[in-house]
């Protein structure tokens, strides 16, 4: 990803934030990036939710809940039980669903007991229904014709499995209009969004995928070549392992949401700024004199240097140099935005 690739993707993070959806109505929004499966990543990930029950999701921390976590708080008893009767039989060793419910107990979201040899669980508080909708965005500031013939292939699949129930491309507006080969090249069940600055406009609306029927996962395709006889590889997925898989997804995007790429940067590098760009605050490299991406700023870094102690001498090491105040400002960006609060108090 290059610098322009990754201040577009915060750009559209940020947009959806703010605008989602594009034809305006008032839905509650999570928006994370660099998201999905083990074989598919997608760049925006916007989930929309129900406010009240995504409230409650609150209940078990900011940490995510992983498949196996789930699999325990979401059938944990209204009343004691012994682990056994309560849970559904894991497709793999009960000693592992005991270790995650002795984590559950030291997260404070699961009632655990013990009854002479028996392990007891009761439930401290209801998982709640908070995800309404998933929406993929992949973002491709230059997209051309030949590009997007390039991404049509990752879109096919995205449109064959239906993960998301909508999938989009946004890209930068060129002109008044978007280029008809362009159109042609993407899927016509994934939306188009252009962007102009900071607002997006949608170019061509995505049709909605069906995420309760079985999805096809496109293993391997024939090259389409003139000597290529090979047939297309593919399987079925079930209904119950999209829905498990959109749950993980939505509790990452819960822990992690958007703003969290400071964590694999360098804010202790003397170099690092955090500049505003109308309502983004985007990562800056003063020595290289650009908007540095995650993998740029690491610990490879040739031109890293650590900030000088002196910044960190006033209130050190309580409050820390500048780089623990810039990971600071974002975090705190991040919890004051929840979903159905106004653009404005979210800033
Ligand atoms: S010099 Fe390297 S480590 Fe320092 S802010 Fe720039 S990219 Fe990051």
Redesign the pocket.
Known sequence: MDESEFVFELRTCRWAERRWPPDGGDRAVLVARQLGTKRRRWDTVVIEVDADAFARRADFGRRRLDGDMLGVVRHAPAEWEWYRDALPDPDYPWRYVRETIHEADEREILKVRKRGNRLEIKRRYEYPDWIRRIVAIENKPDLDASAARDLRPQLERDVALSLADEVWVATNATGETVEPALLESVPVEAGILTFDGHDAAVAWYPRTLDVDAPGTRILERPSGGKYDQSAARFEYVPPEEKAKKRLEIAERAYERGWRTYTRT???D?????LRREEALVL?Y????SCH?TAR???GR?????PEPPAWRQKGWPIEGGPGNASKRLLESRRERYRPGQSASDAE
């Open positions: 940067m360098r804010p590098c003397r170099h690092f700024e990562p490299c003063d020595a290289k540095q740029e700023c690491s870094c040739s031109a890293f240097e």
